[in-house]
């Protein structure tokens, strides 16, 4: 088994049909098929083979899928980075897996060729035009490695910086199963066109976007970066019939004046994050469509559980779980609860991710039994439908982008002037979250000048836009900052 495989069967059927486009860039089948090939074949030349790590740092462009196929084609282990990482998270997530290349977009060139130094990685560039000639003058890799359905496939870092970055190691059979599972649920066929709104270097994107279109033999357009009236414009242009999204792309879309009646939306999908009631009743009543709610995390390759359409659809909820897959709430000594309590979600099946990454004490704490321990709580209601109650306790959802608090704490704690720092997330109308900083200080230093020097250490989504100072922090007897405990002054 390997995931390279859906593309190579894919292009013997449908060779000349059109699977990935841009604009006016367009690859098809049979020419990602070629192209994956040659990358393969680049990559050999260059003595990577099985298990070996490549890191790709690719914003959401055709040639994103040809590195990507070309990876998993010689059984080497992708290693999606998020293009606006900064030179000190990449060289983080690089040292943890051992990566052996980084290939990166031309424009991100600079930091990238920064994060890697010092490192195993070396760095290839890929530039349009002068990328598609370096490829034809190499021989193409025909065969695809053959792997076993437990063999890692991807490597997802879910946290920054601090300490030691923690990489979820996804295999050929999870990623596969839950790309088939997408596909045979929202029904795609080649006649369909999915909105690639959702970045592709997350499990989000790469799962339902990407690899479930090329399992159903439907197309993908892509968008660089979501802006609702650029979105409304490509749903139009390219008679998009799939929109996957998270909750601040609804909200964008509902806010804009161009948006009209989008009926032709066969299905919509949204995840990352809860969407609001109201949200998903104004799409039903302005625009004539329904809003599918699932759930998942990228330890769950993503999807976990999902709403259905029509009658089997219950607005609130997640749903229930996708097929072969288990889930359940429990209480803190691991009993399941009673219907309507709240409680722990986990998660059963062949969805859950191998483990992290070098990291067997965390995979112990994390899967328990073969149960993986969501940390989010739930219920769930007589009928088996799921309710997410409570995101993780600290994780802040910004955007559908996750940012973890501790990662931007131990940024402001770099700070010579900052002596305690508290983290969070608070409620925002359009990005769902923003984040909130809250400081005691040692010497002065300006809310500006804090914030810029956060800014400049990590990717522009996750630097607190609110910040206020104090002059101590609530500790619990053992030393933790207790944030519910905080009273915020005004933030600046």
């Known amino acids: 088994m390997n995931l390279a495989d859906r593309l190579h069967t894919a292009a013997q059927r449908l060779g000349g049909r059109a699977v990935l486009t841009l604009d006016e860039a367009e690859l098809t089948y049979g020419a990602l ?57 990449i060289a983080a997530y690089l040292g943890d897996c051992g990566a052996r290349l980084l290939i990166a977009w031309h424009a991100f060139a600079e930091t990238a060729e920064a994060g890697s130094t010092g490192t195993k990685a070396d760095c290839f560039f890929v530039v349009p035009g002068e990328f598609r000639r370096l490829l034809r003058g190499v ?8 792997m076993a359905a437990d063999d890692t496939a991807v490597i997802h870092y879910t946290s920054g910086t601090t300490g030691r970055p923690k990489g979820i190691e996804l295999t050929h059979a999870n990623l596969g199963g839950n790309a088939a599972t997408v596909a045979r649920m929202h029904a795609l066929g080649v006649d369909d066109v999915v909105l690639g709104a959702l970045p592709l270097h997350h499990t989000f994107g790469q799962t339902c976007s990407l690899n479930a279109t090329v399992h159903a033999g439907a197309r993908l357009t892509l968008l660089r970066r979501f802006e609702a009236g650029r979105a409304l414009e490509v749903i139009r242009r390219d008679g998009v019939t799939v929109f996957q999204g998270v909750p601040t792309m609804y909200i964008a879309l509902l806010d804009h004046p161009g948006a009209s009646d989008m009926s032709m939306l066969r299905v919509c999908a949204s995840g990352g994050a809860a969407l609001p009631l109201d949200v998903l009743r104004a799409y039903e009543t302005r625009f004539g469509c329904e809003i599918i709610e699932g759930y998942g995390l990228s330890e769950t390759s993503p999807v976990a559980a999902t709403n259905r359409g029509g009658h089997h659809r219950r607005p609130g909820s997640i749903g229930w779980p996708i097929r072969d897959v288990e889930m359940k709430i429990v209480s803190e000594d691991g009993q399941e609860t009673p219907r309507g309590e709240i409680g722990e979600i986990v998660v059963r099946g062949p969805n859950v991710m191998k483990g992290y990454w070098n990291d067997p004490e965390a995979t112990a704490e994390a899967v328990r039994d073969g149960w993986f321990h969501t940390g989010d709580l739930g219920r769930v209601d007589e009928d088996g439908y799921f309710f997410l109650v409570d995101r993780r306790r600290d994780v802040i959802i910004r955007g559908g982008y996750t940012v973890y608090p501790r990662e931007v704490e131990e940024v402001l704690y770099e700070h010579p002037a900052v002596r305690q720092a508290a983290v969070f997330g608070v409620p925002h109308p359009e990005l769902g979250e923003e984040i909130e900083a809250v400081v005691s200080l040692r010497a002065p230093v300006t809310c500006e000048d804090l914030r810029d020097f956060v800014r400049e250490r990590v990717a522009a989504y996750k630097y607190p836009r609110r910040l206020s100072f104090v002059d101590e922090l609530p500790m619990s007897p053992t030393g933790k900052i207790l944030k519910r405990a905080l009273t915020r002054p005004a933030a600046g």
């Open 33 to 89: 098929e070629e192209l994956s090939a040659r990358l393969a074949g680049l990559l050999r030349a260059r003595g990577i083979g099985a298990g070996d790590r490549v890191a790709i740092m690719l914003p959401n462009v055709p040639e994103f899928g040809v590195v990507y196929y070309g990876v998993l084609r010689v059984g080497a282990v992708v290693v999606p980075l998020d293009p606006l990482l900064k030179r000190r998270e």
């Open 139 to 146: 021989a193409a890799e025909r065969e695809v490695a053959s």
